[in-house]
């Protein structure tokens, strides 16, 4: 049997040895930068968006092309800003796929808004549009999608939904740095977007988001919500807002200056990150593709993958695969080397938060979800399904010992010849 470890002893990173080590892979020149910015004596608060804050939302447009860019303090931060900034009605319902990450939607609680859980579709876990046309009542104001693990959602049919039915849009992007939807980038199409860069992303802040939109009005109001007095009076044009600026709502979302300079720094390289990237898993899936037993995610011919930020397999011997096999194969795989694992977030609807009272009494009256079940998508998505974690370190050769190892482990499990060749 391969052993993948004994790999990782002899090479070096394709990527450079610039990369230290760490899942996030952040550059040497970005601790020298974080350095010589200290040196320099610059700011530790920023109030009024300028100098790094600045320069980091004017690379985020260019990048991204997105427009309006507002950084904050974490990506759920940003999301509670993009709720505040729609003013919806207390009470309207927003509409979110049962299998994303909590945050897409929890901010909600504490906009007075309430949740509906809808089924996504099982090739790739994204919203299922039938599912948002199922649930829309006369209460639903707000959909919000997730770009899981990177693939883009049906940005056409789910626009077109939105607006026949006036409902507004918001695209969370945190996994899907530069994908795309028919040649448009991700994020320009909602309402609002917003994007995490958190430790985990494929943009590094350590601890940050942002959001971006078209429409100045949820700029501002966003602004005014997180970024009190320097920033709401220089970039508030809305008389009525204005007034308001020395206070804001209540909240302070800015992004530390430090997280902005390794934000600055990284997105330097997001470019050659995400392809690099795509790469080495464009060529595991291909490898994957023939070794009966395992099936690689499944990406459609209108989308591309940013940096899939999760690579997520399935396990489908013949017979079935029982829970007992998958524990079984999995465990293989490690001892193999492959850093394989069970998905560490399940469906929200396996949630207390989205099935019982939040221990707020303010909120009981507001936050009432609404599952619309059976999710059998979202169970189809789930069975089965395995992580395999690729970070900035990982090389061809890594990536080829990986899918060797798949063959060897499923060829035992399937009785068929071992060893997946190249």
Sequence with gaps: MVDVSR??????????????????????????????????????????????IERLEHRLEELLGI?????CSSGTAALHSAYLALDLPTGSEVIAPVTTFHASVT??????????????????????????????????RCVVVTHNLGHPVELDEIAEICRTHGLRLIEDCSHAYLSTYRGRPVGTVGDV??????????????????LATKDRAIFERACLAGHYRGRSEKQITDPRLRAFADTGLGLKYRLHPLAAVIAWSEAGHLVERVARRRRLLT???????????????????????????????????????????????????????VPAHRPSIGSLDAMPLFTTPPPLDHAVATWRPRLCGPFDGARAYEKNRLSVTVTASDTLDRIEAYADAFADVMGERTGLPAGGGR
């Design 283 to 337: 060529r595991l899936s291909t490898r994957l593709t023939g070794i009966p037993g395992v099936q690689p995610p499944r990406v459609r011919d209108e989308v591309t993958m940013g940096g899939w930020f999760s690579y997520r397999p399935t396990l489908v011997p013949s017979g079935g695969c029982p829970a007992e096999d998958y524990e079984r194969i999995v465990g293989a795989l490690q001892e193999a080397g």
């Design 193 to 210: 977007a917003v994007w995490s860069m958190q430790a985990a992303k494929t943009l590094v802040a350590g601890e940050g988001g942002f």
């Design 107 to 140: 901010p909600a609680l504490q906009c007075g808004l309430s949740p509906v859980l809808v089924d996504v579709d099982p090739d790739n876990g994204n919203i299922s549009p039938a599912a948002l046309r199922a649930a829309i009542t006369e209460r639903t």
């Design 67 to 71: 427009q309006n860019v507002l950084t």
């Design 7 to 52: 790999i990782a002893t002899q090479e070096k990173s394709e990527a450079g040895e610039h990369l230290l080590p760490g899942k996030a892979g952040i550059s040497a020149d970005t601790v020298e930068e974080v350095a010589r910015y200290l040196r320099q004596g610059n700011p530790l608060s920023i109030g009024d968006g300028s100098g790094i």
